[in-house]
Structures are given as C-alpha cells and as structure tokens.
C-alpha cells in the first residue's frame, strides 16, 4: 500500500460512514413502518436524491474494498503487487457492476 | 532466590534454516539471564554453537534472539522472568535469513534502514553557525521520544506485516525515519518522505502493535510510524512527493 491507496481508502470510508448510518435508518424506517416492495419501488424510481446516495455508496464500496482486498491478496498469498492489484481491480469493476446494477434496479423509472 | 542445585531445561536451534532443536542441561544461577545460558552451552558443552553478542549490558543490540516464541534483547532476559516450569526454547529472530544456530543476517534489517533515507543529511556545512534546536520544542521532543533505538531488530522480528510483506520497511527503519523528518537541521526530508510513502513504507502498516509491545527500549515505534503517515499524506496532497 502506498501513499495514494492509503489516501483513496481512508477518503472513501469517511464517505461511506453517514452512507452506512443512512442506510441503516432506511432499513429500520422501511420494515417498521411496513412498506411493501411496490411503496418503496414508488419513492426511489425516478428520484435523483437516491441515485445519487446509493450510486455514491456504490462507487465508494467498490474502490475500498478492491484496496483491501489488494492488500490481503498481496500479504497472504504468494502473489506480486502487480497480480494482486489486477485481481482487486477485476474485484472493484465486479462490485461497481453488480452494485450499479441494483442501484438502477430501484431508481430508473 | 532460584534453587541453585536446579537445571534448566534448554533447546537452541541448531543448524540454518533447515535444522532442528537441541536440548541441553544448565544450571540455574541467580540473576541468570537468557545470554549466560547460552554462553555457558557454548563455553562448557558445545563450543561449536554460533551467537551472537558484544556488550552484555543492553546498550549495542547484538544479542537478540526469540526467547520462548518472542523476540527479546537476551542480555536484559532474565531467566526467572521467561523460563516457565525451568524450560527454554531459544531460536534464532524471525523474519531474518538463518546464517548459522542463533545467528541471523542483519543485512536486509540495515539495508532497510537505507532504503527508508535513516541517514542524516546535512543542510548545513561547519562554516555555519551552530543549529539552535529547543529541548522543549515539539519536533525535538518527538526526536526524543523515538531516538534511543539501539537497532537489536527485536521489532522486526515481531511485527506482523513484515512477515506478510518482505518488501516492508518495517518499524526500527520508520521510526529512524521519524527521528529524521523531525530534525531541524536535516535537508532531505521530502526525498525520505517519498521513500517511506512507497509501496512496503509507512502506509502498510497494520498498527497492531507488537512493536510497542516487544520494543526493549520501551520505545513506540507504531506511533511513530502513525506520524509518517500523516506527513507523508500531508507531502502527497500537496504535491511535493508523488507515488
């Protein structure tokens, strides 16, 4: 880990801190208020406000966890840096996809 | 006091890094560290057993070895304090290539020291005036606090990440690191800032802390590592070091 992979994994946890306490808060807010799939589908399609909390989410997920994947990859199997960071970098594409996918699910209209 | 009539039970490592544990019988003495035990294998039983010491009083840092599974300076080891039901195991540091029983290559330790920038580099010649440092200052007491390393690699051995990663710096080289970026007088702390912000630098530290914790000297090398981290963030973000 150098300089710069420290700085990307330390700035995208600080923005996925209020992302996990605000998607805590939904889950709760959802499942206790009692909404169906339908009710929640109705908010979040075509709402620009949850595209961007989940897609930010999303991205920052996805850069993170390829870093630290990278770093275990690198210190726990006999794998070069460069292997490893390749690895993490088909890990973080992998994540952004799947993570874009069902963002798009819930907020495309 | 020890029963002095008693015998320790002691194994060294015998051989390189292939090789296997020999167990002697020495007896116990009062006030009997680590390093007379195996001393007294190599002066009265096996004088073919390789080791390695020089000053016997905790000040040159030749002697460590791994005493029981830990790293310690064994001339400071007193035998009461480690030998658990009047046994020893005594191997030589990890993390370290075997040359030879409990004698291992300090060369990747130093070579590390190199590669971190540990070497003072004057910014000033002895036709200047004289650096006027304040004892009190916060650079200084940092200094301070992390100066009184004495290079027995006993952090080295321990730490975790060293283990994982052969290409980390490790703590003895950052902590010599940080003594130097808070020098006053030293004129090359963005190069040593580069250096230690590299891939295996200060960054891949794990802090777990070991170092602390085994660190004969009582020093802090995982807080001082910490402080590199912020000055080499703080270089990187503002464009005087790149990666």
Redesign the interface.
């Given at each position: 880990?150098?300089?710069?992979?420290?700085?990307w994994q330390r700035a995208t946890a600080v923005v996925m801190v209020p992302l996990v306490l605000g998607h805590i808060v939904v889950i709760f807010y959802a499942t206790r208020a009692g909404m169906s799939a339908a009710d929640i589908l109705s908010r979040t399609r075509g709402s620009i406000v949850w595209a961007a909390f989940y897609g930010i989410f999303v991205a920052a997920v996805a850069i993170h966890a390829a870093i630290g994947i990278r770093n275990v990859l690198?210190?726990?199997l006999p794998l070069g840096?460069r292997r490893a960071g390749r690895f993490a970098l088909v890990f973080g594409l992998l994540l952004a996809a799947l993570g874009a996918r069902a963002v798009a699910a819930v907020v495309l209209p | 006091m020890p029963d002095t009539s008693a015998q320790l039970s002691v194994s060294l490592w015998r051989g390189a890094r292939e090789g296997r544990y020999q167990t002697y019988m020495v007896p116990r003495r009062e006030s009997q560290t680590v390093l007379d035990v195996v001393t007294f294998v190599q002066r009265n039983i096996d004088p073919t057993l390789s080791y390695r010491f020089a000053c016997r009083v905790g000040v040159c840092g030749s002697c460590a070895m791994t005493v029981n599974g830990k790293p310690r300076w064994t001339c400071r080891t007193h035998v009461a304090k480690v030998a658990t039901r009047g046994r020893l195991q005594i191997a030589p540091l990890q993390n370290l290539p075997v040359i030879k029983d409990l004698t291992t290559d300090m060369a990747p330790f130093f070579a590390k020291w190199q590669q971190a920038r540990g070497v003072f580099a004057p910014s000033q010649t002895r036709h200047d005036a004289m650096a006027r440092i304040r004892p009190d200052s916060p650079a200084r007491s940092a200094v301070d606090a992390a100066i009184e390393c004495i290079n027995c690699g006993v952090c080295y051995a321990g730490c975790d990440t060293v283990r994982w990663n052969s290409d980390y710096l490790g703590p003895a080289a950052l902590t010599r690191a940080w003594t130097l970026v808070n020098d006053e007088r030293d004129g090359a702390n963005v190069a040593r800032l580069q250096a230690v912000a590299a891939s295996g630098g200060c960054h891949a530290c794990h802090s777990h802390q070991s170092c602390q914790e085994l660190c004969p000297q009582a020093l802090n090398p995982t807080a001082a590592i910490a402080g590199l981290k912020r000055r080499a963030t703080a270089a990187y973000l503002k464009g005087e070091i790149k990666t």
């Open positions: 880990m150098n300089v710069q992979l420290y700085i690198h210190e726990w840096e | -």
